[in-house]
Every structure is written in structure tokens, then in C-alpha cells.
């Protein structure tokens, strides 16, 4: 219901369905060879605390080891080229060049693209989401709609392409994806270069990017109090490598009242001093003038900003993953533009629309593709989606 919710119904019900039902039972195979979660958070589209952090090098590490057990074998520089179909229309062989020679690899029993996104690729962000193409990149580098491209020469689908939208929370001109802080979800609000608040701070951090971005020079700021910044460092580990000391606060400004911490930080003083007043007398009733209601989507209530020292956290928009792109079923079969599968190929992880919608659930990313991985995989070794 909550990934239904905050993808506003664009999201199919049975992809859905199918996604969360398989979760549980990836946590459980990941847990069984030893990784587990280091912290678990309410974030963005939650109700409850459901976001699982793990450390991703130990993730990619047991799907490794699990490939090397099989006999997997990965080749990388053997970029595919192009997809073919065989006389009876099955998608089966994938060409791919080596250096400078071109092969042809046939399936047995289908093509499973797993190429990402398209975050790195700037036609395409222009075509399907202008306004993310401001947005700082931070995807893997391998995120260029290839795949989506070569599904499209066989006529397939797409779905969910407005819904692009970059991730807020990134401190300016970030480099990895632990230079981000989610604490405007632990009561902290934002507000632009002229003291402002623009947003919602419940809403979905992809909300929240897509409005940044449109503010004078791209200028925004998390704002907060000392009661805000300690439930942040509970909440997040990631908050405690930039602001554990609140005196000493790294990519950002403190000060002992909003004034100063307005002047350190070039935001409007006396806009923000009016900015957080109103939102301290009426966010915590139930009042607030943009409607926030809760910390995180469904999650938490929100309170005065009042216990010095205050701290500005300048804060910026980044392209983590697109989340749309070729429709797909339940069975992971990708879908021509008449709804029908094509037979021979399917399509997983971020490269297939569907579960996300309008927005994404935070967490949702990892999970997504692992489970999807899953649900194919033992389709087609059950003959569920047998080619004919």
C-alpha cells in the first residue's frame, strides 16, 4: 500500500505484488550467507521503518560469490550492439562487438536486460526529463539507455518517462553517494537562497530535487535545530560524518541563532527568521501553510525548531537512477506498444517500469533488481516462461 500510495497509482498493482512478496524472501537469502543490515529507517514513502541499510560492496560480494559457485561466467568490454530475433520471432541472439570483431551469442532460453538507467545519457534526459538534466550525475557511469534503445528497435515500450526526477539531499558539488543527508525527514526544513520554504519536506525526496533545481542558482538549504540534528544521527549513519559535533559542522554552517546562521550561510536573515517562525507555530498543529503533516511521508510529527545551535546544510539535486523505461509483466516479459510480450526478452532491475510510478520508495533500488533477478530466474527454470 505504501509503494502504491507514493507512486500515486502509476505503478502496476501486480508488479507490485509480486516485488513485495519476493522481498522478504531475498532479505532471508542474503542474511543466510551472512550480510545483514547495518540500520533500518523510515524514509522517503514509508509508514513504517522499512529501509534496510546495507553496505553495498557486501551485496554485490554474496551475488558474486553465488556466480563464481554456478559457473557464471562475466565478461565486461563486450559492449551488445544489437538484439536479433529468430525466424519463429524469439528474441534469442545478442551481437556484441570484441574489439574490433562482432560475434553473435544465442540464448536457449531468453535475454535478460539488467543495463540500468539512462542518468548518464543527455539526449535522453533532455527528451524524456529537462530538468534532470541539470542535476549532478551520480549514477555508475554504464547508465546510458543502451539497453532501452536496443529493446526499442524490436518495438518495445515505455512507461513511467515523465516520472524522471533527481534526489535531493546531496551536499554541494558531492562526489559518492555518502555526501547526502536525509535529516530534512528528521524535522529539519528547506528553504532557498531567499529563506523561503518551497516544498513540502515529507514529500518525496524526488519532489523535493525537482523543485530545488528550479530555485534562484539551484540554491537550497537544510535547515536545523539540535533536537532535529540528534534524531538524525540516530536515524541515518550517514549524517554523523558531517555533522556529529554540531560546533563543528563539515560541508555547512552553525551558529547559536538563525541571524548569524542566515549571514554565515547567504540566506535572507530576516526572511528566514520569518520562515521558521511561522513553521514553528504551526507545522506541529497540524496547520502548516504546505501542508506538512508528518516527518516522512506517513511517518513521525513535526516540531518547533527552537534548540540552538542551528545549522544550513547547502544542499543540492543528484541523479542517482531514472526508474522508468520498458514496460514490463509480472513475468518480467517486456512489452511491445500493442501490450504483447516479446517473445525471448525481459527486462529487470532499473531498466523496467512499472513498480516506482510516479515516485520511488527509498530503498526500493537494490531491492528491485535482486527481486526481479529472482522472479525470472526461477521462471524460466520452472518453464513458466518457456519461449515457444
Known sequence: KDMMDVGEGFNSEALVKSFVAQSSKELAWIEARGVSPTSIMANAGMSVPRAHFFNPEDLIRVY?????????????ENPVIRLEKNSAGVVDTVIIKKGRSEYKVRAKDGIVLATGGFGRNVRMLRKYSPTSSKATPLCAEGCTGDGIILAQSLGADLDNMSFVKPTYGFLTYPENLNAKSSSFYAGGIVVNQEGFRFVRENASYKEIGEAALQQSNGKSFIILDERAR???????????????????IKHGFSANNLRDLAVKSGIN???????????????PNGTDSLGRDTLTFKFGKPFALLTPPFIALPATSALLTTYCGLCINEKMQVLDVFEKPIPGLYAIGEIAAGIHGKNAMSGSGFAKAFCMGSLVANSLLNGTNANP
Open 64 to 76: 558474486r560469490t553465488e556466480c563464481d559457485k554456478l559457473g557464471v561466467r562475466i565478461e565486461t
Open 230 to 248: 540528534k534524531l538524525a544521527l540516530r536515524t541515518d549513519p550517514r549524517e554523523k560524518d558531517y555533522m556529529a559535533d554540531p560546533t563543528d
Open 269 to 283: 536573515p530576516e526572511n528566514l527568521e520569518r520562515t521558521v517562525k511561522q513553521y514553528n507555530e504551526t507545522a
